[in-house]
Structures are given as structure tokens and as C-alpha cells.
């Protein structure tokens, strides 16, 4: 190892290479930092700023309580691509699973409305739901409904697709959908679910959906692990 290498320099090296090597098992665990302090013969300080470098390049992530863990392949994500999160995940080879955290019908904020196109302080239905990629929490979405359109929704078994769901059972299906895309930082309600620190990096993808019938339906707050998602358009 060259003497040039600063210790955190030569702990990213080493881990790299033992990530690439596949030296970590099981499910891609890393050892803990105590462990991984003697092992480097290091101070905590030097080593955790190691693995939060690995961590901004994506290489790793922590959960809380848990450590830390080799950062699995990135889920490449297409917003042009008319296609739900299961069958994409499916598409990829992995296996994708949809948790219902809660369902209730509230009063919208202002700029809920806005995107709805609905009059300010009007009720909608509100889904909050964690998505998973090969059991691993990649996305916190809140999905915000018009109820004119989805009578009774609530009471449906919301782990399934919604835009199957909507076809289905309303015979609606999406027509024009807008996307923003935002860097940020998970707010506490993320960041709770997904199991990660609050504030820590995700990509906000805010969706808003109309119908075949160009008639805005609903719209998607997305809160992705930044470093779950590979974002890859082509555009003829």
C-alpha cells in the first residue's frame, strides 16, 4: 500500500476491493465498525468517514441499528416508460413488495390542491406506501387521489399495483403524466420507513397523473433512496 495514501484513502481502497471481491456475507453485511476500526488499526472517527465516502458513491448504505450494507444494483427507472413498480422490477430480474403504512381521507395542503387542480382545502384521499426492491426499502410514496374519481378505494387491497387497480376496477388508465425531479433530503416520515438517518440524500419525484380522458387524477410525492435509482431515458 503507498505510503501517498491517506488512511481513509487506503480504507476506501481496501473495502472497495473486498466489495467488488464479494468478501461480504451474509446479505452483504460489512463487519461492524468496532471490528472494522481493529481491523484497519484506525480511530471510529477516520474509519466512519471512510464508509460515509463509500456511502456518497454508492457503494454502501446504513441502516439504523442495523450497520452497514453492500449497496445492491440499482433499479433503472425510466419516467417515459409506461410501466408500474412491480413489473419493472420484474422486467430487471427482482422481486419488488408493496407495504401499506396507512389510508386516510384528509384535507389537502395548498399546493396538493394546486397540482390536483382541485379548490384550496378540498378533501382527498391520501396512501401512504413503502416499496421494496429484493426486501430491501427503496421508496416512501404518498399518493394523493381525487375521490370523485375512485369511490371507496380505501377499502381495496392497496399492496397491488394502483394503475391496475385503476383500469380494473374504475376503467381508468393513465393518459399525460407530469414528473419533478428534485435532489433532497428525507424528511422524518422517509426517513423513518425507508430505515435510514433523517436527512440523508434521496431523489423527490413529484408525479402527476391525468386520465385517458386528460382529466388530473391524482399525484405521486416519491422519496427515493438516492442510491437505489439509476434514472436511464432515451428519447427517440
Not at 59 to 80: A, D, H, K
Not at 101 to 106: E, G, H, N
Not at 155 to 166: E, I, K, P, R, V
Request: aromatic share 10%; charged share 25%.
Amino acid at each position: 500500500m503507498s505510503e501517498s495514501l491517506t488512511a481513509v484513502a487506503a480504507i476506501c481502497l481496501s473495502l472497495r476491493e473486498g466489495i467488488a471481491a464479494g468478501l461480504f456475507t451474509p446479505e452483504n453485511r460489512l463487519p461492524s465498525e468496532r471490528v472494522l476500526s481493529e481491523q484497519f488499526t484506525t480511530t471510529r472517527i477516520t474509519l466512519r468517514e471512510a464508509l460515509i465516502q463509500l456511502e456518497g458513491q454508492g457503494l454502501i448504505y446504513r441502516q439504523v441499528r442495523r450497520g452497514w450494507f453492500v449497496s445492491p444494483p440499482r433499479i433503472i427507472y425510466n419516467p417515459l416508460q409506461r410501466s408500474h413498480f412491480h413489473a419493472m422490477a420484474k422486467e430487471q430480474g427482482r422481486i419488488a413488495r408493496t407495504e401499506v403504512i396507512d389510508t386516510k381521507k384528509l384535507i389537502a395542503s395548498d399546493a396538493v390542491c394546486l397540482k390536483l387542480l382541485l379548490p384550496k382545502r378540498s378533501t382527498v384521499y391520501c396512501i401512504r406506501r413503502l416499496r421494496y426492491i429484493d426486501e430491501r426499502p427503496v421508496l416512501y410514496v404518498e399518493h394523493y387521489l381525487n375521490p370523485t374519481f375512485f369511490p371507496h378505494i380505501l377499502g381495496a387491497d392497496l399492496t397491488q399495483s394502483l394503475t391496475d387497480l385503476y383500469q380494473s376496477k374504475y376503467g381508468i388508465s393513465y393518459g399525460r403524466v407530469r414528473f419533478d425531479m428534485l435532489p433532497t433530503r428525507l424528511p422524518e416520515s422517509a426517513s423513518s420507513a425507508l430505515k435510514v438517518t433523517s436527512g440523508s440524500p434521496a431523489l423527490f419525484i413529484t408525479r402527476t397523473n391525468r386520465d385517458q380522458y386528460d382529466r388530473v387524477i391524482d399525484c405521486d410525492l416519491e422519496y427515493w433512496r438516492y442510491d437505489a435509482l439509476h434514472i436511464d431515458v432515451e428519447v427517440n
